[in-house]
């Protein structure tokens, strides 16, 4: 996630290069490119200090952090530092630049941005992240503004060399064109005229009527090399003479190494060395069966340390006990001690969410040479500049000798904003002589993950005598991310991520007063972090449960009872009435099945989802069907949207059916997809996708998708059963018991 | 628990009375009773020597004897925990009666054997009677262990205490009256522990006489394979029929052709025994797998060759719930197995043992049972898959096997955590019906028992 | 269960040989490997050929992303024992376009933006490939069958489905 719009929750739209901070002349240089061409460095905002940041930058200096370069041969290309896992960025974000520039998207190449700590990742960025659906909501206006700069720039010189006036000439398909003389000039041989121009005043943008890119279904640029084994991931990586290591870390949180016996391990074929670190032992190999086989025969010694005897059982008690205590405010609406006295009925209802692996397809994988004057590294990592600067910080190396070279990530879901593993590498092959490949096993990537927090959630409304909600009061008790992944973002207590969908923004509904609270209780050792769908994958589920139960109360329709609430969200109203007339709300289903609904706004985007479901008389449950409305604004590619949508669904889905991390004597309890399951294609529902037209600046998709679905899922049960979930992963030994 | 509480105490009562007078009158059955012919001393016996170490370890030491024969007695089975230190003890014992807990045997002097004399560690090898004359509870094997001839207890002595001594005081036995009163241990010793050293039978071939003093003496395999009576002792009249372990079956191993192994070749016998696998017969999971591990792969192939010849000279017993086995091998398509899928009992659930198959099992295990990477997974013939009450079957889904081999660990990895108790019990009922003799009825409440056994 | 034993028809080689040198036909040509027999195939084409394509997931054929053909049947490369491949045909992701089934997969994902993340695809394309070779024409529940192994962390199951059926009409 990117950080920016997690902290301030400002939509993108409305911090943007045209807001008046920061002009033109300082967002965008053009100059001369290196062995020809022309080259465009702009600024992209990324990061949740820009907007306090823009004022330094505009009066410190200019810092670009995005590139095109047009060459001679008028091919374009851009680096930019958002990176591909999965998400469709390396198709959206060249899309943005074509369409402006008026090139046909396979002329667009794309480069990953090296974390360059003078280009990318200046003392004001500090975090080059991806994340957080924000990198085409943050690229949105700059990156066509950089484009239309180019194009207006390119037949300016066309123009000039024409001698002709330039609103006579237009650009198409990489060249300029004088309509009325039919001349033609290339981009390429435009480029070094452009050079020498000044940067025009006002460029006007293509209004989004005249868009011919943007909006349409693009092939993506990255996968063809997926489909035939040449797409290189972190894991692939192969160096001139690399060592292949794999590691075991304290299967307690917090414990050390005491001790290794390494004699058997070192007679293996294949095994070169024993690496020891504080609190893990890595095996360095030939090939990882042989780093495997010398794992499996260390006797390895822990110090346990203190949380030998952690459990799940303590580490939820301490919430429930957090969760007596009133929490800091986060937002209050009107007066709700007053208006909950005055309601006619009062609902309360408790909410819990259990701890989560990402379990990224992808292994962790990071491929290190440190040598006396510098060191290179190779993986695959939503934060290049922090990546970066751990390597600094491990090796005592000045971060320019440090060159993180970037790969496709198999997968991030908020796990690759985390170094711990880039950390761990590095530590590691500072005591190997050459380049050393680490390589996590399964086991080690779900047992020392960082977790989606365990969040324990306590509602109360009140109902008037039509059902109505005149007070509504939310308490959160869980950890908080950013205390520990950027403090400066934890405020006053309040956590950005904890509030997004329950105070900041708000449910989208009329809750005229409301109270919503944070308790932060952290979880004794077991480090917490974002994970797809982040702060509103835990609110969404606990409002959108709550306001099907009030529903419930009312005797209301729970589509009906929600069209009721959002009389003053418009795009929220519009999406629930799509989803709910594609699922045909409504109409009878047979016995033991059901529909449920959610609907929610965050990131920027509008999102209603109706579930089908279908449980036996066991409890078993099939999700058999999910429709889902989304309005994100400009839709920059229709294709992706409904790709991130149907992915985000099934992420959600296996989270809400399966997933759950226990903790027992302070291990994790489970270790492969044996027992962290994932969601199989038989279990996977039908998903059907429907986008309104809009015209508002673009919102995010990669991670609404996976928040709408648990509560519809869980809405769909209740209906079906008559059994309210109120705990993930849905226990299907509960619904056994329920009526059907 | 009252209630049953007084039941036991008069079973216990009533038992020994009888027992005390059978006691005096009847010596307790010896286990090789059963092969008929004379049993002689040891001193008097002409053939080679049935005890000790083997041939191939005989002249290396005493503490390389004791260690092979210390594992042939899979000590370290129940003296070590799973996150435990090797030989440190605390692993729990979950009787009828209460929980007892292994002890310490590293030599340790505090909290381990350190401070035992010759004596005295023979003295609870032989008889069951600890330090200072306490009482063992028969949990611990010493009934087997009286085989032993005192210079293999102290082999293994003198290995013990080539250990690193552990300091670890395993937890205090938790066993509900009158089973907490050690003394009446004298009654139960006086029915069930034949209270001698093993006697070789000069009617068998020496062979014999080494298997059964691996099978009765060391390898104490009746303490799983035979049913115990009411008072835990094992039923002489069903030896090796088979009986339940920790929710495992421990299959019948007597030489019937149905139930047994009368129908396996010496050749699947010994890959059993040594490997832990049989083609087209078994392989071992749950218990089994542990002493496979611990125990029988360390033995030397003329050792197993002579378990498994006196294995198949114990007399069949039948027994209805293990029928004969199928060697069925359903075709080798998806869709063609499929359609032969027998349906579960209830409509809803009739395709949910097909889902969790396809998704978790056939990667490994295959359309047509065979096993895909290795014979390891083949379900043909397989007892396990051949049981119609699925309980192992069961078992294994849910806690998973492994095996240390000479080619590494072969595994199964365990689905408990990750399935529902519907789902395990579909998968049952699918996997048996389609590659066994007959499917199986499991009930998720049945499953829900079998989790509770671990 | 992964791997054989001594008396099966895998034969070793006496004690204390730990490797051999294994000709193995990857692919239409042969080469020679220096490794254990015991090895699983996935580290072979990794780390000691530089086959990159198949991926490593879980270790435990719970996943399928490491999924090549052995004689045309797909099977779990990550616990596949060298020795046991020995003498038959590999096909990888890195070939599996040069047969006209394992081209119409592929042209059927691109046309259908099957691909997300991408690092499961291999095993996706491998399994779909073989289903497709022996079932020219599978319905949903052939489909279910074949691809159930094979986990997807993206959600591309539907996209999957739809292309393996895409895949099956003449092009």
Not at chain 1, 309 to 315: D, F, K, M, N
Not at chain 1, 320 to 338: F, H, N, Y
Request: a neutral charge; aromatic letters at 8%; hydrophobic letters at 40%.
């Amino acid at each position: 996630m990117d950080l920016d719009q997690q902290l301030n929750v400002v939509k993108i739209g409305t911090e943007s290069v045209s807001d008046g901070s920061l002009s033109r002349r300082t967002f965008l240089k053009v100059t001369a490119a290196a062995g020809g061409g022309l080259l465009l460095s702009f600024i992209l905002p990324r990061t949740i200090w820009s907007k306090e940041a823009a004022g330094a930058r505009a009066a410190d200096m200019f810092a670009p952090n995005a590139f095109i370069r047009i060459g001679r041969d008028g091919l374009v290309t851009l680096i930019m530092p958002y990176v591909e896992m999965g998400q469709g960025t390396y198709t959206s974000i060249p899309m943005l630049i074509a369409e402006e520039l008026e090139v046909d998207l396979t002329h667009v190449t794309l480069e990953a941005a090296p974390p360059d700590e003078r280009r990318y990742a200046n003392s004001i960025f500090q975090i080059q992240a991806t994340g957080g659906s924000t990198s085409v909501r943050a690229a949105w206006e700059p990156l066509r503004l950089a484009g239309a700069t180019a194009r207006t720039m390119l037949v300016s010189a066309a123009a000039q060399t024409w001698k002709v006036d330039p609103t006579a000439c237009h650009a198409e398909k990489g060249e300029v064109i004088h309509a009325t003389s039919g001349r033609r000039l290339k981009y390429g041989a435009l480029v070094d005229t452009v050079a020498k121009l000044p940067i025009p005043d006002h460029v006007a943008l293509k209004a989004p009527e005249d868009f011919t890119l943007i909006g349409t279904s693009a092939k993506r640029l990255d996968t063809p090399d997926k489909v035939n084994g040449k797409a290189q991931f972190s894991i692939d990586v192969m160096i001139p003479g690399m060592k292949i290591a794999t590691v075991a870390a304290c299967p307690v949180f917090g414990g050390r190494l005491a001790g290794v016996d390494d004699g058997k391990a070192k007679r293996i074929s294949g095994v070169h060395q024993v690496v020891l670190l504080d609190n893990a032992v890595a095996v360095i190999a030939d090939h990882m069966w042989a780093a495997k086989q010398g794992l499996a025969a260390l006797d390895i010694q822990w110090d346990e340390g203190l949380n030998a005897t952690l459990s799940s059982a303590e580490i939820i008690r301490q919430l429930e006990t957090a969760l007596l205590k009133p929490g800091v405010i986060a937002r209050k609406d009107g007066d709700v001690a007053k208006a909950m006295a005055g309601a006619a009925m009062k609902i309360e209802a408790l909410y819990q969410m259990p701890f989560l692996a990402h379990a990224t397809m992808e292994p962790w994988s990071c491929t290190v040479h440190v040598r006396k004057d510098g060191c290179d590294v190779w993986v695959g990592s939503q934060v290049l500049a922090r990546a970066q600067a751990t390597v600094a910080e491990v090796t005592g190396l000045p971060l320019e000798k440090i060159l993180v070279h970037n790969q496709l990530l198999g997968g991030g879901f908020g796990r690759r904003l985390e170094v711990d593993f880039i950390t761990q590498a590095v530590q590691i092959a500072k005591q190997v002589d050459g380049p050393v490949k680490v390589v996590w096993t399964r086991e080690e990537d779900i047992q020392h993950d960082i977790y989606r927090p365990y969040y324990y959630d306590r509602m109360v409304a009140g109902l008037d005598k039509g059902g109505m909600p005149v007070a509504w009061s939310h308490r959160s008790a869980g950890s908080s991310i950013y205390a520990r992944w950027h403090p400066p973002a934890f405020k006053d207590g309040l956590d950005p991520d904890v509030l997004e969908g329950a105070a900041e923004p708000p449910p989208p509904y009329a809750l005229p007063n409301m109270l919503v609270e944070y308790v932060r209780q952290e979880p004794p050792g077991i480090p917490t972090g974002f994970w797809r769908g982040v702060g509103p994958t835990h609110n969404v589920f606990v409002v959108e449960s709550f306001i099907d139960e009030l529903a419930t109360a009312a005797k209301k329709d729970p589509v009906e009872y929600r069209r009721a609430l959002l009389g003053a969200s418009p795009r929220a109203k519009a999406v629930l009435e799509l989803a709910a007339e594609k699922a045909g709300w409504g109409q009878p289903l047979p016995a033991g099945r059901g529909r449920g609904v959610s609907v929610q706004f965050v990131f920027g985007s509008y999102v209603a989802q109706v579930a089908e479901v279908q449980v036996d008389k066991n409890g078993e449950v099939r999700v058999t069907r999910v429709v889902c409305a989304v309005d994100c604004g400009v839709v920059v590619n229709p294709d992706t949207v409904k790709a991130q949508m149907e992915g985000g669904i099934m992420f959600g889905l296996a989270a809400a059916l399966f997933s759950e991390i226990t903790v027992k004597n302070g291990r994790v309890e489970q270790s492969n997809f044996n027992d962290y399951r994932m969601l199989r294609m038989n279990e996977a529902p039908a998903i059907e996708v429907y986008l309104v037209k809009s015209g508002e600046a673009p919102g995010g998709i990669g991670e609404p998708g996976t928040s709408a679905l648990a509560p519809a899922l869980t809405n769909a049960i209740f209906a079906a059963t008559g059994t309210r979930i109120r705990k993930l992963p849905v226990n299907r030994v509960e619904l056994r018991s329920a009526k059907l | 628990m009252k209630r049953s509480g007084y039941t036991n105490l008069f079973v216990l009562l009533m038992a020994i009375i009888i027992g005390d007078v059978n006691g005096c009158i009847f010596h307790p059955h010896g286990p090789m009773d059963f092969a008929g012919g004379t049993q002689v001393v040891l001193a008097d016996y002409q053939g080679s020597d049935p005890t000790g170490a083997p041939p191939e370890v005989a002249g290396a030491g005493l503490v390389a004897r004791g260690e092979y024969l210390a594992r042939a007695a899979d000590c370290i089975g129940c003296h070590t925990t799973p996150l435990g230190k090797q030989f440190a003890g605390g692993l729990a014992f979950k009787l009828p009666v209460g929980t007892l807990y292994s002890t310490n045997i590293t030599p340790d002097k505090e909290t381990g054997i350190g401070e035992w004399t010759d004596n005295e560690f023979v003295t609870a090898m032989h008889d069951g009677v600890g330090r200072n004359g306490t009482r063992l509870y028969p949990a611990f094997p010493y009934s087997a262990y009286t085989l032993l001839t005192r210079n293999d207890v102290l082999a293994i002595k003198a290995y013990l205490f080539s250990l690193k001594p552990v300091h670890a005081m395993p937890p205090e036995n938790d066993m509900s009256f009158p089973f907490n009163q050690r003394y009446l241990m004298r009654f139960w010793n006086a029915l069930y522990n034949p209270a001698q050293r093993y006697q070789p039978n000069i009617d068998r071939a020496p062979t014999w006489n080494r298997g059964a003093y691996l099978t009765e003496a060391l390898g104490h395999c009746g303490e799983c394979h035979t049913p115990r009576t009411l008072l835990q002792g094992l039923d002489a009249n069903k030896k090796f029929e088979g009986a339940m372990i920790e929710g495992w079956k421990a299959y019948n191993m007597t030489s019937d052709q149905r139930s047994g192994i009368g129908n396996w070749s010496d050749e699947q016998l010994e890959n059993y025994l040594s490997t832990g696998h049989a083609e087209g017969r078994s392989t071992a999971a749950g218990p089994m797998s542990l002493v496979l591990n611990n125990s029988l792969r360390f033995l030397t192939k003329d050792d197993i060759r002579a378990m498994a010849e006196y294995l198949k000279t114990v007399p069949p017993l039948h027994n209805q719930a293990d029928l004969a086995v199928a060697q069925k091998r359903v075709s080798a398509t998806p869709s063609e197995a499929r359609a032969r899928s027998p349906r579960g009992p209830s409509p809803n659930d009739e395709d949910l043992g097909l889902r969790v198959f396809e998704g978790a099992c056939a990667s490994c295990h295959d359309w047509d049972g065979s096993g895909v990477h290795s014979p390891y997974a083949d379900l043909t013939g397989n007892r396990t898959v051949n049981d119609p009450s699925g309980v192992n079957m069961t078992q294994v889904i849910l806690q998973g096997a492994s095996l240390q081999t000479r080619q590494g660990e072969m595994f199964m990895p365990a689905f408990g955590t990750g399935y529902s108790n519907t789902e395990i019990s579909a998968v049952v009922n699918y996997v048996t019906g389609l590659f066994g003799v007959s499917p199986s009825t499991m009930t998720p409440d049945q499953v829900a028992e079998q989790r509770k056994k671990k | 269960m992964i791997a054989r034993d001594e008396a099966s028809v895998w034969r070793r080689q006496p004690d204390g040989e730990e490797t051999d040198m294994l000709t193995l036909n990857i692919n239409g040509k042969d080469c020679e490997v220096n490794v254990p027999e015991d090895m699983p195939l996935l580290w072979v084409l990794r780390d000691v050929l530089g086959m990159t394509g198949t991926k490593f997931g879980c270790g435990i054929a719970q996943c399928g992303v490491c999924t090549v053909h052995v004689d045309g049947q797909p099977i779990r490369s990550c616990i596949m024992p060298v020795v046991a491949v020995r003498g038959k045909k590999i096909m990888t992701i890195e070939a599996v376009g040069q047969t006209p089934t394992g081209a119409n997969v592929q042209k059927a994902w691109l046309d259908l933006e099957v691909v997300q993340c991408g690092y499961c695809q291999s095993g996706q394309i491998m399994c779909a490939a073989a289903l497709l070779a022996a079932t020219p024409h599978p319905n949903d529940a052939d489909i279910d069958a074949a691809m159930a192994g094979t986990i997807c962390r993206c959600g591309t199951y539907t996209r999957i489905r739809a292309a393996i059926k895409r895949a099956t009409q003449p092009s």
